[in-house]
């Protein structure tokens, strides 16, 4: 038999090194193939996810989200001064992973499901990370089965669902670990540059990456001997001067390209225009580093150890350059993010805690669930008992690089973020997920005999795999019960829950929450209808399924014409309920305590439980939605359209600062036109206990009016009537006419086109208590007789001087008018009302001042020409009368109540 001779060529390998690069690349063959199957699953299962939840449940998710709204808009126009802007925007997050979503809006539209399907570029990144790491820690086959382990946990498959910086923070974490590994202690000068580049853009996604990476990256730089060589021969630190020289040149025209075109940005960024030489150090080191060769050194006896040393030196300072110049990005323009982030981490004002039960909890429920962490608890029990029986402990300091860097990135991680922090959850911790996988998938392998490790291997993927399909479809809720099992301490379900492990549309991602596009739309509707250019929409609900930001995405996304204002915790520092009268449309929930403002809370009570409230007054239910927890949320629409010509706030203003002294207990204000209402609220103080009607009810007067006017009267000592627009509103003087038929008229004033009348409740006496004889020159009117009201007792402040005046006036009226003054016991003019000459009973009421100190007051009453302003002479029994005034009598003002 003649062998192909082909055989012997390089079709196939025919050494040992060259079969083992044909196994190695077979394995990055297996390793891609493995990834991209398990992403395109993912992608495919989380599509479906998310076409099934319409409820982003939290505020930390739709935050990030809105984030990248604000990118895209940066970005519309991708350039230099765009992209640094982008960059320069936030001061507490950095960028990346939002701006990764921005190019997937770009790619394929704005979306939530767009932004939250990016996380497929981690998760990718995660899985190729894990599948070098635990291949470089037991081979392919442990790389196979922890890359089919890690997508299984369910903080790992939850998270990708959602746009949280944690997902991708865990996968470049990975990326990092996997590249610092394969640097094989810097000695690799390719992956050691790509490791400053994926630690760069951990940074860029989150600052807490210095937790995870931190220890390890000490450890291989340790057990590198670079730290050794830049201490025993700090000249190998010595740079070119030649090629530094070139490096820093290049570096200052690479950065002023950088900074210069959006100097216009830099400038407000702390560090202003000095970010140009920052940046060009920084690239100066990067291109410093790819021009300069690696120089060994000899040395007598360890020429091959030296020449190591200095080479991972060399490329350990190459890679510490690309980091820092791509984290920089964000880092240098927000330096002053520092304190934001000790704020958030350790100075919050609910104080410091030690969260190690917290973190436990959230490792066995969310991270890992009960069912794999029973897997890694006997396997790590069986681990350690061989390891210990095997004298363990003195092989304690014989670890490989790989052991030690996988137990610092899980241990230290937990440690730091357990220790007397301000706030703990789930996601910050999830990035130290992968050691759990490799070392499961390693612990499986590891079983003996084969059968016991096939039938172990089968039933943990088989397990993973049916929670993870649990999980994510709802179609299968019926099986979510059969992971549930008793035990003596009660019952405990092994699949993941918790915060984070969110169903598609069940529980707290019940559609019945999605509420916002409804609301929306009804908005958008009125507006086309009305004509209006943009209506404003109040918000006074925050809830994980509704706040403020689902509101925000629609409104960017779909309905652009709505402007709306977070009423809820009202960061503005005004009051909430005055804001409420700006607004076209309200929200409220009313189950309104959580994370809502004290001040929030009380208005929203106040509207829910006073129907006669001024608001109410204003404003009508237009729509109600009973949500699945049991709240009701409710949509409130403006009553009345505007008048014309519209209010004038100044004039409004002018009336407050008049007449708002005056205003308390037992006051109420009549508004005509009533869309005075939405100005009177807005400025009249929530102190101020008056009751307010707008009237006529509904815009047109009727019986209900008048129902209002009288319960008014019944109740009120005082009450002021805002009359504008009068002859469109109440064209035939219903409200002004009852007013004057069953009431006694006070002070009237005219503010701009705003005409204020006052009025107490009574009625004008028949007789005259106090007759009198009082004449007035050249008229022939004589005042007959007066009633006074109070002369029994005293008159409070903030009370009214009913006054009923008897005329006899034979002649012609015109151009006579009547002023009635109340003068203090120092003489000076206290209260004052003018008004028309009108035959026989005239009835008039004064107005005691609030401010009004106790004593004697003296009433008087005259008349004057109201062409001139100039008084009539008056005479009492016929004697003339000092100042043309009759007078009434004496009225004591007590001390306030």
Partial sequence: MKLDSSLSTGRFPTT????????????????????????????????????????????????????????NDILRSVNLHSLFAAFAWSDYYPPLVHLVAVAGYKLFGVNEDVAALTNLIYFAILLGAVWNIARRTAGPAVALLATLVVPTFPMIFAMSRYLY????????????????????RFTRRGPALLFGLALGAAFLVKWTVAAFLAVPLAVVLWRSGALVEAVRHPTALRPDGRRLAVAVLIGLVLASLWVWPARD?????????????????????????????????????????????????????????????????????????????????????????????????????????????????????????????????????????????????????????????????????????????????????????????????????????????????????????????????????????????????????????AIAPDALSILERDRQARGRERV?????????????????YQIYTHFPRVLLRELARNWSGRPTYPQLFEMDYVLLDDTHTYRTAEESQRVTERILTHPDDLFN???????????????????????????????????????????????????????TAPDQAYIMGLLMPEEIPVQVAALPAGGVATEASIATLRDLAQHSRRLFLLSRNS???????????????NTLPGPEVRINDLRVVAFAPGTPASTAAIPLNAGFAETGVKLAGATLGGMAG??????????????????????????????????????????????????????????AVPGAYRLIVGLYRDSSGQRLAATLNGRPLPDRAVPIGTIRVGAPR
Wanted: no cysteine; hydrophobic share 50%.
């Fill in 16 to 71: 040992s090194r060259a079969w083992g690069e044909t196994r190695a690349a077979a394995q990055r063959w297996l390793g891609a193939a493995v990834v991209g199957a398990l992403t395109l699953l993912y992608a495919v299962v989380n599509w479906a996810w998310l076409r099934a939840n319409v409820v982003t449940y939290g505020w930390d998710r739709m935050d990030h989200l809105i984030s990248t709204l604000a990118y």
């Fill in 617 to 671: 007054q204003a404003f009508r239910e237009r729509h109600r939605w009973d949500l699945p927890s049991g709240e009701t949320i409710l949509l409130y629409e403006r009553r009345f359209a505007e008048t014309q010509p519209g209010i004038s706030p100044e004039t409004y203003q002018t009336f407050m600062q008049t007449l708002g002294p005056e205003l308390g207990e037992g006051d109420a204000l009549i508004l």
């Fill in 265 to 513: 940005v830099a400038v407000q960024q702390p560090l202003g225009l000095v970010l140009i030489p920052l940046f060009g150090l920084l690239t100066a080191g990067v291109v410093y580093a790819l021009l300069s060769a690696v120089q060994t050194r000899a040395a007598a006896g360890g020429e091959e150890r030296e020449d190591r040393r200095g080479k991972a030196l060399a490329n350990a300072l190459s890679a510490g350059a690309v980091g820092a110049l791509t984290l920089s990005l964000w880092y240098l323009p927000n330096i002053n993010f520092l304190l934001g982030f000790y704020i958030n981490a350790y100075g919050k004002p609910a104080g410091r805690i030690w969260a190690y039960d917290k973190y436990l909890n959230y490792i066995v429920t969310e991270q890992l669930s009960p069912l794999y962490t029973a897997v890694f608890v006997l396997l790590a029990a069986a681990f350690l008992w061989a390891w210990a029986w095997r004298g363990g402990l003195r092989r304690l300091f014989v670890l490989d690089d790989t052991t030690l860097v996988l137990l610092a990135w899980a241990v230290v991680p937990f440690l730091i973020f357990s220790s007397r922090v301000s706030t703990a959850h789930s996601r910050y911790l999830m990035p130290f997920l992968p050691p759990f996988a490799i070392w499961i998938a390693a612990g499986l392998w590891r079983l003996r005999p084969v059968a016991l490790r096939t039938a172990a291997v089968a039933l943990v993927l088989l397990l993973g795999w049916a929670q993870f399909a649990v999980i994510s479809f709802d179609g299968l809720d019926a099986w979510r019960h059969r992971f549930v099992v008793s035990l003596p301490t009660g019952p405990v379900d092994l699949l993941g829950h918790g915060f984070s492990i969110q169903y598609p549309a069940v529980g707290v991602t019940n559609p019945g929450f």
């Fill in 727 to 741: 002859t469109a509103v109440d064209p035939s003087g219903q409200i002004e006419g009852w007013l004057r038929a």
């Fill in 794 to 851: 005293t008159v409070q402040p903030g009370g009214t001087l009913p006054l009923t005046l008897f005329w006899e006036t034979p002649g012609d009226l015109a151009d006579l008018k009547v002023f009635v003054q109340l003068l203090g016991p120092d003489g000076a003019l206290v209260a004052q009302r003018d008004t028309t000459l009108s035959a026989g009973v005239q009835p008039n009421a004064l107005f005691i001042p609030r401010a």
């Fill in 165 to 184: 910086l944690d997902f991708a923070l865990t996968g470049l974490v990975a990326a990092s670990v996997a590249t610092l590994l394969a640097s094989e």
């Fill in 536 to 552: 404003t929409l109040g918000l006074v609900v925050n809830a994980y399924q509704l706040h403020e930001k689902h509101f925000l």
